[in-house]
């Protein structure tokens, strides 16, 4: 299946979080004891990943990066390590408000990067900050406005990775779901 994905979207499990829940106290108003509903990856586990294999010679790569990873340049070293290229991104403004004391993160980056010059289609004049909302509660997760504008500027075939559930005409990866691909011992 090597090179046969044109679209890629990803949401990895990065580092930062907690992924093993911590003793709080009873009355205790910690709170970082937040805890992940998924296993967390190390940089260099998430960077070692064969997506420049999944991909077709010209493809898109559309990369969630929360607020504090990108200001640190990580998303952008993910994409190449992958083999793409930076070539815009979206602020999602969230609906409520985020993680943190001052300023509160209430944004998440979704990069935009291809490789091969692919070129977008479709919509056009869209702007780079968006408002979508989110059905539900569930930690991480991401709006399905964001998936349909994908699927109106990308060609298919379309690969989510670290997916939480299955979108019609989408493979998908990852340990929250029943995966259509495989990816080897990872």
């Known amino acids: 299946m090597a090179g046969y994905y044109r679209t890629i979207c990803a949401d990895p499990p990065w580092p930062g979080g ?32 064969p997506i420049g294999d999944l ?7 559309f990369l969630w990066v929360p ?16 083999g793409f290229k930076r070539v815009g991104e979206f602020v999602w403004e969230k609906p409520r408000l985020g993680m943190g004391a001052f ?3 209430c944004h998440e980056i979704l990069m ?10 479709g919509a056009r004049n869209v702007r780079s900050v968006q408002r979508w909302s989110v059905a539900g509660r569930l930690h991480s997760k991401k709006p399905e406005a964001a998936m349909d ?10 690969l989510e990775l670290f997916s939480r559930r299955h979108r019609l005409g989408w493979d998908v990866w990852g340990d929250q779901v029943g995966s259509t691909i495989e990816m080897g011992n990872l």
């Open 18 to 49: 907690r992924s093993r829940p911590r003793r709080v106290y009873a009355g205790s108003r910690d709170r970082r004891a937040t805890v992940m509903p998924y296993s967390l990856m190390t940089m260099e586990e998430i960077q070692r990943l």
């Open 55 to 61: 991909a077709a010679d010209r493809a898109h790569l």
């Open 67 to 82: 607020a504090s990873l990108n200001a640190a340049g990580v998303g952008i070293t993910t994409a190449e390590a992958w």
């Open 103 to 105: 300023p509160r993160t």
């Open 112 to 121: 935009v990067c291809r490789r091969g010059g692919l070129g977008f289609t």
């Open 149 to 158: 504008l994908i699927e109106q500027v990308s060609p298919g075939p379309y």
